[in-house]
């Protein structure tokens, strides 16, 4: 259970594009392979804010899933599902706001933020409020260690260390719990019962940590340790009691310098989008359409690259000598834009050969995709059962 397990969510709130599919589909089809993973549907955060139109969520569920499978993501390296399907999720969230302090969500930087910015929409609302509470339970239910985010999902990762925190230090207490970890040290046996102990007490006594650390890998190691043994050492380590959740780290997904088709970056909002899985034709018009720099009017004209967003996508898509023929074409006019636009096109439809090849399995049986998520679903679930039955134990309400 301390193994490294990556978990991350997406919202379904409209088809995928290329922005998505460089920013994070594409680490997320590297990391599946290095981590067990889990990805999942986050159809209930979606409604915080969609809340008023769930038709869209309901169409962009499976384009989403069909969009990720498109990309790489494969069902038999990474567990896949939806949110909803879950609903130990729900119930972890009721359980940890009891213990939430209002302040902690009420200056959480992005819930001022997106209420600006999303400001046609009534965002004072007890869910939208609640939306890092739910993300800490849906983070913390799996015990994931990892959870890969953009930069603006730093603050929720951070809340909910804190909220992990809290619950054990609040419900972490176990009577008996010295003795209990006390024995559980000598279960480790001889040299690594001494070598525990020291890691342990250079920790609290010098906060060297690094002891922290290789204490932390020493536990990794054990195989023979009962659940609750291990927990306990791993809770003796830092203090007080028996760790019931455990922190997550962020992952920074490098944020996605993907430019648009304006040279903005790619996003929804700004309608300067390739989708995923966009028709060919539509590729190629679309770029062909781009604008160029402003000032190269007519093709006899020299042009700056760097006034161009086709340039930029050059960046992404060429290699040096292709980069180079369009620099040295471009300042002396030697080709035009037409010229320059073709092999961005050819490297985009390259890239998305696979994609709609993928896609088109799944487009033509839809129970695939089905399955697909029925298993995840079930998976998943029984991971968070698990913990379910520690955090009821814990909170008193494991009625016999
Ligand atoms: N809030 C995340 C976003 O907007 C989506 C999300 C929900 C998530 N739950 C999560 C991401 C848990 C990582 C882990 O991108
Ligand atoms: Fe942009 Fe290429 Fe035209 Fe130069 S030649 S302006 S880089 S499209």
């Not at 998305?352 to 399955?371: C, G, H, I, W």
């Amino acid at each position: 259970m301390f193994a490294d397990r990556v978990l991350s969510g997406m919202r379904p709130t409209g088809s995928l594009h290329l922005g998505h599919y460089h920013g994070v589909l594409k680490n997320w089809v590297q990391m599946q392979h290095e981590f067990e993973c889990l990805f999942f549907v986050a159809d209930w955060h979606a409604l915080t804010t969609h809340y008023d139109n769930p038709q869209i969520i309901e169409q962009s569920v499976w384009d989403m899933v069909i969009d990720w499978l498109a990309a790489g993501v494969d069902p038999a390296h990474a567990t896949l599902f939806i949110q909803s399907k879950v609903p130990e999720h729900a119930e972890l969230h009721l359980l940890l706001s009891m213990i939430t302090p209002l302040g902690w969500l009420e200056r959480m930087p992005t819930y001022k933020d997106q209420q600006e910015k999303l400001s046609g929409k009534d965002l004072s609302t007890y869910g939208f409020l609640g939306y890092p509470l739910l993300q800490s339970a849906d983070i913390l239910i799996y015990r994931a260690t990892q959870v890969p985010v953009g930069e603006d999902q730093v603050p929720h990762i951070e809340f909910t260390r804190e909220i992990a925190r809290r619950f054990n230090h609040i419900y972490g207490k176990e009577i008996g719990f010295q003795e209990k970890a006390e024995a559980a040290i000598k279960k480790l046996g001889g040299k690594k019962s001494k070598l525990y102990v020291d890691l342990r007490t250079r920790y609290q006594e010098q906060g060297d940590d690094e002891a922290l650390e290789s204490a932390k890998a020493l536990l990794d190691e054990q195989q023979n340790l009962s659940h609750g043994d291990r927990e306990r050492l791993f809770g003796y380590l830092e203090g007080g009691g028996k760790m019931i959740l455990s922190e997550p780290q962020a992952m920074l997904t490098a944020a996605s310098k993907m430019p648009g088709l304006d040279g903005q970056k790619m996003s929804k909002s700004y309608n300067n989008t390739i989708s995923l899985r966009e028709d060919e034709a539509e590729v190629s018009k679309k770029i062909r359409t781009m604008p160029t720099d402003p000032a190269r009017i007519r093709r006899t004209d020299v042009g700056d690259p760097d006034r161009c967003p086709v340039w930029q996508l050059h960046q992404v898509y060429s290699n040096e000598a292709t980069k180079e023929w369009a620099k040295q074409g471009c300042t002396s006019a030697g080709i035009g834009c037409i010229e320059c636009k073709q092999p961005v096109i050819a490297a985009v439809l390259e890239e998305q050969k696979p994609m709609r090849e993928r896609a088109q399995l799944y487009l033509d049986d839809p129970s695939l995709v089905r399955n697909i998520i029925a298993d995840g679903n079930e998976k998943a679930r029984k991971l968070a059962q698990e913990t379910m039955r520690d955090v009821r134990e814990a909170m008193g309400l494991e009625y016999k």
